[in-house]
């Protein structure tokens, strides 16, 4: 047992580590500053619900009518009238230009068809090129517009005497009612700041011994692969801890995330992830022999997980091909422990399907990484 | 057991990068206790030939015994007991003196490992410097941090692959003087060289060229066997002899030397013959002399660039 794991040479390998992590002052800064910085920076950016969007009005008429829709309309919060006009040219420039993201058109003849009892027509276009913008603003449409001109006309009594007999749908937004988006960015935030962070960091382990010729002098004392392994890996377990515990305090702490579930659970499961992402990152450094290669295998293992792993696009919207290729992504599991522990309340039962996956990439990547290290400079 | 193990035997090895061979058929012995030299021009295959004998690559042919363990069934175990400081500073350039020594005494599983590394540090005056960082050391302690390193787990077996590139003369005595002093306590040292000096150091030199080993022995068993003839011309005139020498019959070296003309040839009785007639025609003196090491080495290296291999 000696000779395939001592406790003497692993402590020896973690010294050394945790010195040049010290002396790397910049790098050390960044492993702590660049997280919080994202996490603030992407966290009060990304909205996948904008809202106060810029609107043209192409109104010829202006009646308490046409007032009454645009102060509706202007009520959800989905609209921002910033040009009033009366040529559609124009507000087709404007929306051509993406100046605006809406042209509402209110026909002249739209009050004179209000008060004749006859169906009034209302245009509105949407620069439906992004579909995330229009979606929101346009749902919410149809009722709104009707209740106004409803107010405007005094008959709201009579409207609500005959929606009664009409088919009652109840909708519970659950988990997230106010739909706030940075209850569900905040949560993903941490899982792509860790493996970006973690994965980075790990990727270069043995390649820049390698690059350094330090590796020869390694490989040649009476050192084994699992230990390594662990003396590159643990180190970086710590930094990942320390990640964990800013993101966690700014995540409540700025973004008031609810922390529903047992905070002991949200930590098993990032350190699960975490044990997984430095793994990863150490097997890629067994797979490339310089430095500059580790990069881009970070990248090229980086973008797709971060578009299909249900961070920036809702998973289930895949197809099914696609779903299936998220899988082989520890971020995608991640996601949907930490989404279910700490905006549902989830317990340990509910995630243990996504908690057994990363366990499992846990030891593939053990295993490849084990079976692709390289003893010799052959 | 009157006749100990060598320390390193092996027999037949062979190792390819690809379609180059770049270490044919070696074979090698160094007897326990022996500093062993190991010359041969650049890419002739000394570096190879000393990883595949402490374990760092695989030979893709040939067997061996290094300490009496296997060559390729006990690397982990010849490790252990050998110490191999490699062409290029491999330390961490980041970490002190004392923090690499601490590093490799955990490794090597040495306690107290503080003990050991200022022992090590006190052997070979380094205690004064040990709080630097190796990044900022001049060759020389480089040098002297690489071997403190590789000594201080006390090995049978010290493999050097050029040691001592790029260090100054001083610096180059002080280190042969140590590696002397630890052969005489019984350590076998195999060292690669360029500089002829330092062949001269040791007990005994191998010669490799394009992988295959084509001399070995004792400094004057090489250069008896290499059956050279020298002879020196003095005078002013050696600049037009060097010229009339050249391609002369016989003469396969010329080499100025100061105010002297070195004139080597294998064939004995031609190079006599056209040193004479050249020697009396610039008016130089000519006197035979004893054939130098770099000579022979130099007769070597001609030789492969006849490309016999």
């Keep these: ?378 | 057991m009157n006749v100990p193990e060598p320390a390193i035997d092996v027999q037949g090895l062979v190792k390819r990068f690809g379609k180059k061979t770049v270490v044919n058929q070696v074979s090698l012995t160094v007897e326990q206790g022996e500093i062993s030299g190991f010359l041969g021009p650049n890419g002739s295959g000394k570096t190879t030939t000393i990883r595949l004998v402490c374990g760092l690559l695989t030979p893709d042919a040939g067997t061996g015994r290094v300490l009496g363990y296997d060559l390729l069934r006990d690397a982990a175990r010849i490790k252990r007991e050998v110490g191999y400081m490699t062409q290029r500073f491999s330390f961490y350039e980041d970490l002190s003196i004392a923090e690499n020594l601490s590093f490799v005494a955990g490794l090597y599983q040495l306690f107290p490992a503080q003990e050991h590394v200022q022992n090590t540090l006190s052997d070979l005056g380094l205690t004064v410097r040990q709080h630097q960082l190796a990044g900022n050391l001049s060759g020389g302690w480089k040098q002297r941090l690489a071997l403190a390193a590789c000594i201080m787990h006390k090995p049978k077996l010290l493999l050097l692959d050029e040691p001592t590139a790029g260090v100054d003369p001083k610096a180059r005595r002080e280190f042969w003087d140590e590696i002397h002093a630890l052969a005489e306590k019984g350590l076998t040292v195999l060292v690669s060289t360029h500089y002829m000096d330092e062949a001269e150091r040791c007990h005994r030199i191998n010669y490799i060229s394009q992988g295959s080993l084509i001399a070995s022995g004792t400094v004057s068993e090489v250069v008896k066997n290499a059956k050279l003839r020298t002879f020196i011309l003095t005078g002013t005139g050696i600049a037009k002899a060097a010229e009339m020498l050249a391609g002369a019959p016989g003469v396969d070296q010329i080499a100025p030397f100061g105010l002297t003309l070195h004139v080597v040839g294998q064939d004995a009785k031609l190079l006599e013959k056209s040193v004479a007639q050249v020697a009396k025609e610039t008016k130089t003196t000519m006197s035979e002399a004893e054939t130098s090491l770099e000579d022979v080495f130099i007769q070597l290296m001609t030789g492969d660039e006849g490309g016999v291999s």
Excluded: C
């Excluded at chain 1, 990304?46 to 829709?69: F, G, H």
């Excluded at chain 1, 935030?189 to 960091?201: A, D, R």
């Design chain 1, 1 to 378: 047992m000696r000779h395939f794991f001592s406790l003497r040479r692993l402590y020896a390998l973690l010294v050394k580590e945790a010195i040049q992590m010290r002396r790397d002052r910049i790098t050390f800064a960044m492993m702590l500053g660049v997280p919080l910085m994202q996490l603030v920076l992407f966290g009060f950016a990304i909205n996948s619900d904008p809202k106060e969007l810029p609107a043209a009005l192409v109104a010829p008429t202006q009646d308490r009518y046409t007032r009454a829709i645009v102060t509706a309309l202007e009520l959800t919060g989905y609209y921002r009238f910033n040009y009033v006009t009366a040529s559609a040219q124009e507000a087709e420039n404007l929306i051509a230009q993406g100046v605006v993201s809406f042209v509402v058109t209110i026909p002249s003849d739209f009050g004179r068809r209000v008060e004749r009892g006859e169906r009034p027509q209302l245009l509105i276009e949407a620069d439906a090129t992004d579909p995330a913008v229009a979606s929101g603003a346009i749902s919410t449409l149809g009722t709104v517009a009707a209740n106004a001109l409803l107010h405007e006309r005094g008959a709201e009594a009579e409207a609500a005497e005959r929606a009664r007999s009409q088919l009652e749908v109840v909708v519970h937004r659950r988990y997230n009612p106010e739909g706030i988006t940075q209850y569900n960015i905040v949560p993903g935030l941490l899982g792509v700041i860790l493996q970006m962070t973690m994965v980075m960091m790990t990727s270069m382990a043995l390649t820049r011994e390698t690059e350094r010729g330090t590796m020869e002098n390694l490989l040649a004392m009476p050192v084994t692969p699992l230990e390594i392994m662990l003396g590159k890996v643990l180190p970086y377990l710590v930094v990942g801890a320390v990640q964990v515990a800013v993101v966690l305090t700014a995540a409540k702490l700025l973004f008031n995330v609810p922390f529903v579930g047992t905070l002991s659970l949200i930590l098993l499961g990032v350190f699960v992830f975490v044990l997984s992402l430095v793994l990863l990152g150490y097997t890629i450094s067994t797979l490339s022999r310089t430095q500059m290669q580790a990069m881009q295998l970070t990248f090229f293992f980086f973008l797709p997980s971060l578009l299909l792993s249900g961070f920036m696009f809702p998973y289930r919207g895949m197809p099914g091909w696609a779903q299936v290729l998220g899988e082989f992504f520890p971020l995608t599991h991640f996601l949907r422990m930490i989404r279910g522990v700490m905006l549902k309340g989830a317990n340990f039962e509910t995630v243990q399907a996504p908690l057994a996956a990363l366990l499992l990439f846990v030891l593939a990547y053990a295993a490849l990484a084990l079976l692709r290290f390289r003893r010799t400079l052959d």
